[in-house]
């Protein structure tokens, strides 16, 4: 708030001019005199607001991240600057008086190396940019209201001009730490992979600061020689100059893109029966309702141990992960689309949630199998349980036993492989007669079928036992694997 008295507009020719950070008060030109001096009811008082907006404050989040953060939790580009450098200094020769100065007053005398020439400060070193998992991070929104993040720069050679044995380095700028969901995947702008953040407390640099600025000696021309006999920081011209700027950062744009780390992945049509099997059997609680695509982000529990292994149950935990909903015509953008699929590139168990209660659960189980086909053709080769969820219901329980005969044949008795490193290109980019090479008939067949009843709590651990078995093969086979492989 700011006051400002003016008088009326008849005693005077004051004008308000109008800024984008506050109102300026123009002053008449000197020949001007007011008609009424002495007359002070003339004078009113006016108050202007003064708004002042901060160049680096954040934009307000937009309507669509706000409303729909699904398609936008998962996928973020950033922009990230290292600190610069910080600046040396341009130094007078006071060797002589300093060496005597320091004598008188006990104190020791200038730096040197080991050879005996002089050490000169240098600038600061400016700060580094690293990207680094944590736990308690989950998507990638935060980033989208502030894309841009910058290190702090060196500090600047604190000197007046003069070397003394006082002189200190700048100081170094503090690391930019950027925290990022677990899984996250770091690449440049052009696509190179530059990390992997699959554990937590995984980091990487991604930008380094700038170099300090060095020191130079301003001497005379007939002590330059002499000097430089001590040091070789000695400037000869104004070219020289140029050495005491610290170097810049670095600044690169980088490509965030969030993979669920998850043992298990829930597949299924929107109401199968996903979310509340992840609640029934872990202790999230994701969002259950009775409308389709109520899961819009992927949810994550935490699956208890093997009770049976004794001490060994601690170690046969599971983390699963519940994606949302495919529907037939995923990979044409139908629905939420199928860019979602992309968090099952970590799981070694799939898991297929059917409802045995529609009218065709057999045509429902391969939709979603040719849609995971046609993103990429080896999640068809994991290992994988079915669950046919619902048979609480009449329909359902009638022909539970023909459905599960019918699932069983779908596949051939070729045995599942353990997740391979899947390639960075899509496999809706590969040549159209790749994707015709295979039918469903051609993968392995499910390990088991299970028929469950979710809410009624029928047959939870008949489904555990099945799931936690299909673990355990899993981890024989890449302990086979990883002895089979030589060093």
């Known amino acids: 708030m700011a006051s400002l008295i003016s008088p009326s507009p008849s005693s005077c020719n004051i004008q308000l001019r109008e800024t984008r950070f506050f109102s300026t008060l123009l002053l008449p030109p000197r020949s001007v005199q007011f008609r009424q001096r002495r007359n002070c009811e003339n004078y009113k008082r006016k108050t202007v607001r003064c708004g002042a907006t901060s160049a680096n404050a954040s934009p307000p989040p937009s309507a669509s991240l706000t409303k729909e953060p699904h398609k936008y939790f998962d996928h973020v580009i950033i ?53 680094y ?35 200190r380095d700048g100081l170094a700028a503090p690391t930019l730490r950027i925290p990022v969901p677990v899984g996250t995947v770091v690449k440049s702008k052009r696509g190179k992979m530059l990390a992997d953040l699959a554990q937590p407390c995984d980091e990487v640099l991604v930008a380094r600061g700038g170099q300090g600025g060095i020191s130079l000696l301003e001497t005379p021309q007939h002590k330059r020689k002499k000097m430089m006999a001590l040091t070789t920081n000695v400037m000869r011209d104004d070219s020289d100059k140029i050495l005491v700027h610290g170097q810049p950062g670095e600044e690169v744009k980088l490509e965030l893109i969030l993979r669920v780390v998850a043992d298990v992945g829930l597949v299924g049509l929107p109401n199968a029966g996903k979310s ?51 529907i037939e015509g995923a990979h044409l953008g139908k629905g939420l689309g199928r860019n979602f699929l992309r968090h099952l590139r970590r799981t070694r168990l799939l898991v297929h949630v059917v409802d045995a209660a529609t009218e065709n659960p057999i045509n429902d189980y391969r939709t979603v199998r040719e849609e995971l086909r046609m993103y990429n053709p080896e999640y068809l080769e994991r290992p994988y349980v079915v669950i046919l969820n619902k048979i609480d219901l009449p329909e359902a329980k009638d022909r539970l036993p023909s459905l599960t005969q019918e699932i069983m044949r779908i596949g051939n008795d070729g045995t599942a492989s353990e997740p391979k490193p899947s390639s960075e290109v899509p496999a809706q980019l590969s040549d159209e007669t790749d994707r015709k090479e295979k039918r469903l008939e051609d993968y392995p067949r499910p390990l088991s079928v299970v028929g469950v009843s979710v809410l009624k709590g029928i047959r939870i651990n ?24 030589p060093p």
Do not use: W
């Open 276 to 326: 509340t099997l992840l609640a029934a059997i872990t202790l999230a609680k994701p969002d259950i309702a009775d409308y389709p695509f109520t899961t819009l982000m992927p949810n994550l529990g935490r699956l208890g141990g093997d009770p049976s292994l004794g001490a060994g149950m601690y170690s046969s935990e599971a983390t699963l992960a519940d994606l949302p909903g495919l």
């Open 79 to 131: 922009t990230v600057r290292a600190g610069d450098g910080g600046h040396g200094a341009v130094l007078n020769q006071g060797v002589k008086q300093e060496h005597d100065k320091a004598k008188k007053k006990g104190k020791g005398s200038l730096k040197r190396d080991f050879d005996g020439s002089l050490i000169l400060p240098v600038g600061g070193h400016g700060g580094d940019v690293v990207i």
């Open 462 to 485: 008949e489904m555990l036992k099945e799931i936690r078995s299909a673990l355990r093969k899993c981890s024989d086979s890449t302990e086979a694997l990883a002895f089979s492989v």
């Open 133 to 167: 998992a944590d736990e308690a991070k989950d998507t990638l929104l935060e980033f989208h209201n502030k894309s841009r993040y910058h290190a702090k720069r060196g500090g600047n050679v604190d000197a007046m001009g003069v070397l003394t044995s006082t002189l």
